[in-house]
Every structure is written in structure tokens, then in C-alpha cells.
């Protein structure tokens, strides 16, 4: 399940207590459209040379990302507010990229900040 937090909902804390939980915290900028998203995921999860920066590619990526030394791993999307409120065709895909690689895996968590 997603945990959907504003900035009102103590996104820091939240973040540190993954942590504290053992989780390897992996933290991804919303970006302002699709292509900047999808730069954003590569750059912040390194995402392989083969990512190919379209929908498929992030979904067959997280599919595969691990956590360090394995540990489960929680990917944060954060800064999502401007992208939900100008660009919500991506935000939404995004969510179901996220939402569908969540179901798939036992060992991710996934949170969405709206700030």
C-alpha cells in the first residue's frame, strides 16, 4: 500500500524512520513533466545505460532495483505537488508504475510527498 503524506504530515520524519526501520531509502524529485521524471528516477536511482526513458523502461527498472546489501528498499517520491497540479496524466502514471511494481515486490514500500 502507498502512504500518501503532505507537507503537513511530517515527510522528514517519516523518511527517518524508514531508515531507523532498516530500509535503504531511495529519495526521487517529482521533476515538472514526463522527461524530466523520468531523468529524475534515472539520476537518483542510477538506473541502468539500457533505461530507455519511456514508461516500460521505469517499470522494468524498478522491477529489478534492490536494496543495498539486501535490505528492503523504499522508494520515496517526493516534491510531487507542482507535476500533480499541472501535469496529473503523468503524475497519474506514475502513481500506477509505482503502485503496480509495489504489488509485485515484498520488499519495497512506496510513499508520494505532496510538497
Excluded: C
Aim: glycine share 8%; hydrophobic share 45%; no cysteine.
Amino acid at each position: 500500500m502507498t502512504t500518501f503524506l503532505g507537507l503537513d504530515s511530517g515527510p522528514d520524519d517519516h523518511i527517518d524512520a524508514l531508515a531507523a526501520r532498516g530500509y535503504d531509502v531511495r529519495v526521487v524529485t517529482a521533476g515538472t513533466d514526463k522527461a524530466s521524471v523520468l531523468r529524475e528516477f534515472a539520476i537518483a536511482l542510477a538506473l541502468p545505460r539500457w533505461f530507455g526513458h519511456n514508461w516500460d523502461a521505469l517499470l522494468d527498472s524498478l522491477r529489478e532495483l534492490e536494496g543495498s546489501d539486501g535490505r528492503p528498499l523504499a522508494l520515496v517520491w517526493d516534491h510531487v505537488r507542482g507535476l500533480r497540479d499541472s501535469d496529473r496524466h503523468t503524475y497519474a502514471d506514475v502513481i500506477d508504475i509505482l503502485e503496480q511494481v509495489q504489488g509485485e515486490r515484498d520488499d519495497l514500500r512506496v510513499t508520494v510527498i505532496a510538497r
